[in-house]
């Protein structure tokens, strides 16, 4: 089995009494690749990822301001943002968008931020991983007008008409533990029309476990079960869903060059 979680937060103090062996058991569970999602605590703090990235060998990074500390973003964020997305293990701009749910920035200045690392994505040429809640419209509005590039909608919670939206949009819907909770049969249709060239799976852990694991704290090794799901709803082999996810990241983020920092 060859699996890539495409969205952890392994920095996230839940892990500091095992991280190593967090890391450890998901490779042994055949887990290849993590994705390092840099956000962290916020600004000015922007390496979260990159320091795991950098000690991990397994790890890659993504650097970005998460909505939700959108308020706590300066000039000098930005500037070393553009700085941070030339290392060579950050693949994407993310975890960036609106968050509309909880609201701990001002709406306005998350839109400005957003909009502000999209231009760093553009200018950087790389991927973004969106962020999405109860902001839909306006995450789509700005994209329409901002992006031509693509991305991986993490998290991706919608129903079928969202996933047709955002997929004409030219993004990647990735799968995390909510598409193997019981109530969520809408999930699942998205997840059952997308195409196999667009599907990637990801814990966000430590949040969100998947089914049987729910509740408890979340870690990389889970992602085999949103994996088993996804390969029921859609009737194929988990080792080819495993292997799709997998081609689809590196195609996506890695443009077939392996990092090596
Ligand atoms: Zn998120
Ligand atoms: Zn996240």
């Known amino acids: 089995m060859r699996l890539i979680d495409s969205h952890t937060h392994l920095d996230d103090d839940q892990f500091d009494q095992d991280r190593a062996a967090t890391i450890e058991r998901a490779r042994a569970a055949g887990v290849e690749r993590m994705?390092?999602?840099?956000?962290g605590g916020g600004p000015p703090d922007l390496e979260a990822g990159l320091r795991l990235a950098t000690q991990y060998e397994c790890m890659l990074a993504t650097v970005g301001v998460h909505p939700h500390d959108a308020a706590k973003a300066t000039d000098e964020t930005f500037t070393r943002l553009s700085e941070l997305a030339m290392h060579q293990k950050v693949v994407a701009i993310g975890e960036i968008g609106l968050d509309y749910h909880y609201d701990f920035s001002p709406r306005d200045v998350q839109r400005a931020v957003f909009s502000r690392q999209l231009a760093i994505s553009r200018e950087a040429a790389l991927p973004i991983v969106i962020h999405t809640r109860e902001a839909w419209d306006d995450t789509f509005a700005?994209?329409?007008r901002e992006w031509r590039g693509e991305g991986i909608l993490h998290c991706f919670t919608g129903d079928a008409a969202q996933a047709r939206q955002a997929l004409d949009a030219g993004f990647s819907l990735a799968f995390?533990?909510?598409l193997t909770f019981p109530k969520a049969e809408a999930v699942r249709e998205a997840a059952r029309i997308a195409p196999a060239d667009r599907l990637l799976i990801e814990t966000d852990c430590p949040y969100l476990a998947p089914v049987p694991h729910r509740g408890k704290r979340n870690e990389p090794a889970f992602v085999i079960e949103t994996a088993r799901r996804l390969a029921e709803v859609r009737?194929?082999?988990v080792e080819e869903i495993a292997a799709l996810t997998a081609d689809n990241f590196e195609r996506l983020c890695l443009r077939g060059g392996t990092p090596n920092g």
Request: hydrophobic fraction near 50%.
């Open 35 to 39: 994705i390092a999602i840099g956000t």
């Open 142 to 144: 700005i994209l329409g």
């Open 176 to 178: 995390g533990g909510v």
């Open 235 to 237: 009737g194929q082999a």
